[in-house]
């Protein structure tokens, strides 16, 4: 069979190469050739044809039978997501690999050129559209090239929007809180100026760019630990806003804001915005083997690039880590030399008190500070033996009683049993990976049925996965459980062992595990025995509970005196660690590692250099501080594009790019590209200036249309991408809170500082974080100042698609429900509101219902009730309550929308 198809290929001479080659070019180098080589295979040259990719050679010449390329494409197999190649097609490839597969001298194929992504191409600034009859005077840039894309549809703009509607649209917009009343009687442009210069413009405009990079205090994850000193990077945010800081230094600083000025610490929370995300605390702090770390490791520096290039560049980045990106021109090199970037940030508190500001808080506190510890000593000798005992006693019960899971219980201070299959060695050691405090320490440990008795052992340094310490054991023999403590008699947590394994060895040499740390169930995973104060107090002598509580009081009195001194600050931010090399891996796997990698950015972006020059030993600063000017560079073409579309999304309720977090091939196309481009180019003319793009976009006929509906324009446009009308919007869920707070004369003016909480972690480890039915000053202050959790109860927000910050949401979903008819109406927050809102206007209007109502609809829609509304609130007042009926004011469209 071979011979004859040799004959058939040698017939077709020196030609026969063609109709491989047109086969390989249409079907095979998509996937595998130029910018794509899909599990590393080649097929644009015969040497890389020859060679294969992961899995081996692909081709053996001479031989179809043992060549891969051919099993592949007769079994279907490939090429993937296409049609199968036809019996012809197959017979050609056959007969060219047993001809020995015959290549033109050293001919290389063609690939099929990736089509340009528009975001890649320069921005150009171009000339407005001039229609027919131009107007006088004439149309403002933006609206020029709005009302061109309408009038091919036979459009235009919808009428003006009354002034009411226009000084409540501004307020909202800029601000997120209602105007005033006496607000209304402004005139619109300087409304405008006084919105922008307003400290509420930063707290509505911040609060959308926290959305974008997934703001959060706490971690998420299996243990979810509060971020306490989060919060300076929201203030940082606002701040910016409210200043105009320059978009461009605005970028820069939160990349690299800390190696820009060195000791300034608005700059070390800048950086606050590469951590923002969820961090998985657990698997970066307790590891259990190398792969692990690497991997946790990795997770870490994906979060730190997705958000960098899904915020600035409204690209995913992220989708080359395993391979080529499949729809954008973004290889996988490129997506590692971006992660070798931040190869020196890791997640975790700073501290950015000055030396000076640290001795003097040292000094001062010392006293107190001794004293506190001298106490908390003293009680734990009280408490801690008992304790220890009882806690000893009631997982001994709970470990031999009614379980369903009958895993070890969670590794502990005081006692741990394990048993496990039988197994008989002459030897075993006990290796341990991971404990807390400087060393590791094992009080007691116990192999039974062969009765070894080990310790009390410490450990010579602290234990890694790098370096373990090594307990070893006495004597061998048949062994089928273990139990062990590091503080048997008092619990305490130095030194405690929480990640280890027991081995066996039959010669001292080659070792096994038999039991580790792994076996144990985690802290969260079983409902474990707990004690309470009473408890411990009842298990006491006379004498120790007079101490104890003599003790109590001290510790109270010298905790309030060191806490009467401020605490040194401290900042949740960028937290500089050691590098490593960067290497490709090998669809990803940490266990794969390929060719070394140097800090750089996209080869796609070809206005600039993606290779940034540095070697592999460059500094974190000269690595983030490139990335931040590459990315800030007027010649990037998606830097302005990306910023300007956010601007205009949220202004009009959706994008020119209604992608506004991927401008790639899978996202949205511009509605309007020429408007894009020149929004973009005079926003880096004027400065890189937000508060002059809000301007423009004020200013325009668009922004003031009503949002009356135009049948005709629904036909032709239902989902208002021409903007024949202003959208009419919900209020979000911040909008919402701080409306009614505003209304009801209770919104808290002061600004920035710690977080007010609304959700409180859980006891005993819990992840979950409980709704608190607080009230008071303290929690009515604007809802971008609240304690933001991921893994948290249901509170008010969340029924108004209040967005999870274990997300990025760069487009907030706007529902309709009846649980947001019913919140509004019976929630207890809205309750009480509506409560403190009845006895304001009973106490300032006490001369008649009328006045009340007329009162009411001032403060909530900024008019005067119509004769009609007048005689229905009367009507309901007669036998109903005030408060019930600003429930329903509070409950309407007129409230709830933004016009």
Not at 115 to 130: D, I, L, M, Y
Not at 492 to 508: F, M, N
Not at 776 to 782: L, Y
Request: aromatic share 8%.
């Amino acid at each position: 069979m071979f011979a004859g198809l040799a004959v058939w290929a040698h017939a077709q001479g020196a030609g026969s190469f063609a109709p491989v080659k047109a086969l390989l070019e249409s079907r095979c180098a998509k996937c595998h050739g130029g910018e794509n080589t899909l599990s590393g295979f080649d097929v644009t040259t015969r040497a890389s044809l020859l060679k294969g990719g992961t899995h081996g050679p692909a081709v053996t010449p001479g031989s179809p039978s043992t060549s891969r390329l051919f099993e592949w494409v007769s079994s279907g197999k490939m090429p993937q997501g296409g049609p199968r190649l036809d019996q012809s097609e197959l017979k050609t490839i056959e007969a060219w690999i047993a001809a020995g597969a015959p290549w033109d001298n050293t001919a290389r194929l063609s690939t099929p050129a990736r089509r340009e992504v528009w975001a890649f191409r320069t921005p150009v600034k171009p000339e407005p559209p001039r229609g027919p009859g131009a107007p006088h005077p004439p149309l403002h840039p933006i609206d020029a090239f709005l009302l061109a894309k309408l009038q091919q549809k036979g459009l235009g703009f919808a009428p003006e929007a009354d002034h009411r509607t226009l000084i409540r649209r501004l307020h909202f917009d800029l601000t997120g809180l209602p105007p005033s009343p006496e607000a209304i009687g402004k005139d619109y442009q300087s409304t405008v100026e006084n919105l922008l210069g307003a400290p509420e413009y930063g707290e509505r405009w911040g609060r959308y760019w926290l959305d974008v990079v997934r703001f959060g205090e706490s971690d998420g994850g299996e243990h979810n630990f509060e971020r306490l000193h989060a919060w300076p990077y929201r203030d940082y945010v606002i701040e910016s806003f409210n200043n105009d800081k320059p978009y461009q230094q605005f970028i820069r600083e939160q990349i690299a804001g800390d190696l820009l000025h060195p000791g300034d610490p608005k700059m070390t929370a800048a950086t606050g915005f590469l951590v923002a995300g969820p961090w998985d605390s657990v698997s970066a702090e307790l590891n259990k083997d190398k792969n692990m770390a690497l991997t946790a490791r990795m997770d870490e520096l994906d979060d730190m690039v997705t958000t960098t290039f899904h915020t600035f560049q409204a690209l995913t980045v992220n989708c080359a880590r395993c391979h080529d990106h499949k729809f954008d021109p973004i290889p996988t090199r490129d997506y590692y030399s971006l992660t070798s970037v931040f190869g020196g940030v890791g997640f975790g508190t700073r501290k950015v008190a000055t030396a000076a500001e640290q001795a003097e808080w040292d000094g001062l506190t010392k006293p107190h500070r001794d004293k506190l510890d001298r106490v908390r000593r003293q009680l734990a000798a009280i408490e801690d033996p008992v304790r220890t005992r009882l806690l000893t006693d009631r997982y001994k019960a709970y470990a031999t009683g009614p379980r369903i899971d009958r895993r070890p219980l969670t590794v502990n201070a005081f006692w741990n049993h394990n048993t496990f299959a039988p197994v008989t060695a002459p030897y075993y050691r006990f290796v341990v990976t991971n404990q807390n405090g400087r060393k590791p320490r094992i009080d007691r440990l116990e192999l039974q049925p062969a009765g070894i008795v080990a310790g009390p052992w410490e450990g010579a340094a602290k234990a890694t996965d790098d370096e373990p310490q090594i307990m070893p054991i006495p004597g061998g023999g048949a062994v089928s459980s273990i139990e062990w403590s590091s503080d048997r008699l008092n619990g305490s947590r130095e030194g405690w062992v929480k990640v280890y394994r027991l081995e066996a060895s039959d010669d001292g040499k080659t070792w096994r595990s038999v039991a580790s740390s792994l076996d144990h169930v985690g802290p969260n995973e079983l409902d474990l025995p707990e004690l309470k104060d009473a408890d411990v107090v009842a298990a006491l002598s006379p004498e120790q509970r007079a101490e104890r509580i003599q003790l109590i009081a001290q510790r109270t009195e010298a905790d309030a005196q060191v806490k009467a001194f401020p605490e040194p600050r401290r900042i949740y931010a960028a937290l500089p660690r050691d590098m490593h090399k960067s290497f490709v891996l090998e669809r990803g796997s940490v266990a794969r590692p390929k060719e070394p990698v140097n800090p750089g950015a996209l080869t796609a972006v070809k206005q600039l250099s993606a290779a940034f020059g540095l070697p592999a030993e460059s500094k974190d600063s000269e690595r983030r501080l490139a990335l931040a000017n590459w990315i800030a560079d007027p010649l990037n073409p998606l830097t302005a594009r990306v910023i300007v579309n956010r601007v205009w999304y949220y202004h009009f309720g959706a994008g020119i790019v209604n992608t506004p977090s991927d401008f790639g091939v899978n996202g949205d196309r511009p509605s309007h590209p020429e408007l894009l481009d020149w929004l973009a180019v005079s926003f880096m003319e004027n400065g890189w200036s937000l508060k002059w793009l809000h301007r423009q976009i004020l200013s325009t006929r668009a922004y003031r249309q009503s949002s009356a509906m135009n049948a005709k324009a629904f036909a032709a446009d239902a989902g208002n991408r021409l903007l024949w009308r202003m959208p009419l919007k919900r209020m979000d869920a911040e909008m919402l809170r701080d409306s009614v707070l505003q209304a009801s004369g209770n919104l808290n003016p002061a600004r920035g500082g710690p977080s007010f909480m609304l959700q409180k972690k859980g006891d005993r480890g819990s992840y979950i974080y409980a709704a608190l039915d607080n009230d008071g000053p303290d929690v009515w202050r604007r809802a971008v100042y609240r304690f933001v959790v991921r893994g948290g109860e249901r509170i008010m927000m969340d029924s108004f698609d209040c967005p999870d910050p274990s997300v990025a949401t760069p487009q907030r979903s706007v529902s309709n429900t009846p649980i947001q008819a019913l919140t509004m109406m019976n929630n207890p927050f809205v309750l009480r509101q509506a409560g403190l809102l009845s006895r304001r206007l009973e106490r300032d209007h006490p001369a008649s219902a009328e006045s009340r109502v007329g009162a009411a609809y001032r403060v909530l829609f900024q008019r005067e009730p119509s004769a009609q509304e007048l005689s229905l609130a009367k009507g309901f007042l007669a036998s109903n309550d005030l408060t019930a009926y600003l429930r329903v004011l509070l409950n309407s469209n007129e409230f709830m929308y933004v016009p």
